[in-house]
């Protein structure tokens, strides 16, 4: 089974940008598609956005316009780039694929106002 080890994540401040990456054990193009998602404090885990092994991609309507999901299949590695960061956007952020596997530790994403 694929590990996936997600990092980038830290504390900004509204406005300001980070770039997530989730390196994979193994080949990340046997994968229909890789996904991003995030969890809240006391809130589910939810979708933040996905690429295809075609690369066509889809976000939350929440992050539209805002994040680009983007992967380099030759470093089995998907990458989150996050700009315009708000407060909301605080929380835990974890890859996975499709089929979905085990979750990794996730990194912890903060957004002070």
């Known amino acids: 089974q694929v590990q996936l080890v997600e990092s980038g994540g830290g504390l900004v401040q509204a406005g300001g940008s980070l770039r997530l990456s989730c390196a994979a054990s193994g080949s990340i193009f046997s994968f229909n598609a890789m996904g991003w998602y995030r969890q809240a404090p006391g809130k589910q885990r939810e979708f933040v956005a996905v690429?295809?092994?075609?690369?066509?991609?889809n976000y939350a309507n929440s992050v539209k316009g805002r994040f680009t999901i983007s992967r380099d299949n030759a470093k089995n590695t998907v990458y989150l780039q996050m700009n315009s960061l708000k407060p909301d956007d605080t929380a835990v952020y974890y890859c996975?694929?499709?089929?979905?596997?085990?979750w990794g530790q996730g990194t912890q994403v903060t957004v002070s106002s």
């Open positions: 996975n694929t499709d089929p979905m596997g085990s």
């Open positions: 690429i295809t092994r075609g690369g066509s991609t």
